[in-house]
């Protein structure tokens, strides 16, 4: 049976490609969010997975507000990266896995999450700048599957929703009759507001409260509604729901393997987690 | 029936909803137009006839004509398709942040890293 060997929550702000194409890894503005990621290299050349399932936010790339799923996958056979708007590079396209991607598919719909099923499918920052700060060097050594949640257009699904999922989402890994080892990532947040009179909104003392719900008690953010969670994080803080459906993979009993929590990278609080099942 | 309620709960906040959603589906639907960069150029080079090409009614035009994030906002624009009208003009989220609040770029800057002490 395939295995989930861990989960890699992090922050996916655009900023974070321009970094990577001017070679600022040492700049000492870039410097503490960039020397969280090689410990994390580290832990995948020991864990060597072959599939990660991530679990992100579209920024209106591959969904426009025509037609907006609460919750999406991908069952494409490779999936590509696109302009966004800004200018910044296009990554190098990744392998897809669409039998596993309909094994999760059938698992969690058969679990009453009404998904919206992709087989062609264009990802974003928010796929591919978390990739690219674990394999810098692009080559892609693992299959992936794309799980979308509508963090854009209110209502979005609660935390509750999305810890249900991620449990939904960690039994469907577990029951694909494969033996391959899993990775789930999460991305987004931590607390951050580009809108409004309010933008520039941080809150160190929430994220540092929720990454450490996110070892100790992993549905702590399920008793707050998403409004909330915009008040306490921000509007783009509530990215954060990305992270609770990678923890809900995972057993109640976890392992730290790292975590790095640095403000700010371009106006958010990033966080950086990797996190292991024990038990 | 009773419309969709809309919540603002959060001060200095306009949570897009149902309400903005439908408010700003022109607005945002240029923006999202801009992922393509010769849509970018289309509009640079005739801002007037592309913005009449999305059906953007006179307070989106008025938003988008003065470059303005909290009356793009106003008239229903999502941050996320905003960010690609800002893109434009090689404005990055410290200039936008800084407009909104009425701040100079270095003290919006400042303010980020003071939420880090």
Redesign the interface.
Known sequence: MAKIVGTITTSHV??IGGAIAKGLQNDPYWKPFFDGFPPVREWLARVKPDVVVLVYND???NF???KMPTFAVGAAAEYRN??????IPTLPPFRGDPELSWHLIEQLVAEEFDLVTCQEMVVDHAFTLPMALCWPDMKWPVRTVPVCVNT????LPSAARCYKLGQALGRAISSWPGDERVVVMGTGGLSH????????F???EFDLRFMDSMVTDPAWATKYST?EI??LSG??GVELLNWVVARGTLPQKVHKELANY???I??T?SGLMVLEPLG | MPAATS?Q??????????EQ?RKG?AL??M??S????VN?RAFVADEDAYCARYGLNAQQREAIRNRN??QL?DAGG???????F???FGL???D??AQ??GMTKDQ?KA???A??K
């Not at chain 1, 507001?193 to 309010?198: A, F, I, N, P, S």
């Not at chain 2, 709960?9 to 149902?18: E, K, L, M, R, Y």
């Not at chain 2, 941050?79 to 690609?84: G, N, P, T």
């Open positions: 655009p900023a920024h209106g790339l426009f507000l025509d696109a302009d966004e708007g800004w200018g854009v257009q209110a209502p507001q580009l809108d409004g009179e309010r933008a520039g941080i809150n160190k409004s915009v008040e509007t783009q640095h403000i700010p371009s106006n609080a | 919540r709960p959060v001060p200095g906040t306009t949570i897009f909803d149902g959603a589906y945002n639907k923006c999202y801009f992922n393509d960069a970018r994030v909290l906002i999502n941050a996320y398709y905003l960010a690609k800002a893109g434009i990055d989220m410290q936008i942040g909104q609040t919006f303010k980020l890293l939420a880090g």
